[in-house]
Nanobody, 126 residues
C-alpha cells in the first residue's frame, strides 16, 4: 500500500486544516489507518487512528476534542480534521497503515504500522 499525505500548510493559532491520506489501493476493513507527527528534535508520536471499517477511533490526549479522523472508502482516502490549532501542533504529519491489527485494540506504537507515506508539514504560528 502506498500512501500520500497532503493538506499541510501554515496556519495561525486557532485555525483549521484538513489533512488527507490517499491510498494507492483499497484498504481492507480490518486495517488500521493512523496519523502520527514528528516535531523538530522530538520523537514521532501518535495522533489518531481508526479501524478502516469504521466505528472505532483513538486519539492522543493532546488532540482529543480538537482533531477528528474520518475516511472516504470510495476514494481510499482518510482525513484528519484539525481544529483550534496550537503552536504545539507544529510538526510533520504522517499517515500509516497497520495491516496486522485484525480488529483488535488500536495500537499507538509506530513500529506496529507497516506502511507509511511521506509526511506533510503543518506549521502553526502563534
Amino acid at each position: 500500500v502506498q500512501l500520500q499525505a497532503s493538506g499541510g500548510g501554515l496556519v495561525q493559532a486557532g485555525g483549521y486544516l484538513r489533512l488527507s491520506c490517499a491510498a494507492s489501493e483499497p484498504i481492507l476493513n480490518t486495517y488500521v489507518l493512523g496519523w502520527f507527527r514528528q516535531a523538530p528534535g522530538k520523537e514521532r508520536e501518535f495522533v489518531s487512528a481508526m479501524i478502516w471499517r469504521g466505528g472505532v477511533t483513538a486519539y492522543a490526549d493532546s488532540v482529543k476534542g480538537r482533531f477528528r479522523i474520518s475516511r472516504d472508502n470510495a476514494r481510499n482516502t482518510a482525513y484528519l480534521e484539525m481544529n483550534t490549532l496550537e503552536s504545539e501542533d507544529t510538526a510533520v504529519y504522517f499517515c500509516a497503515v497497520d495491516i496486522r491489527n485484525r480488529m483488535g485494540p488500536i495500537s499507538r506504537r509506530s513500529p506496529d504500522f507497516d506502511y507509511w507515506g511521506k509526511g506533510t508539514q503543518v506549521t502553526v504560528s502563534s
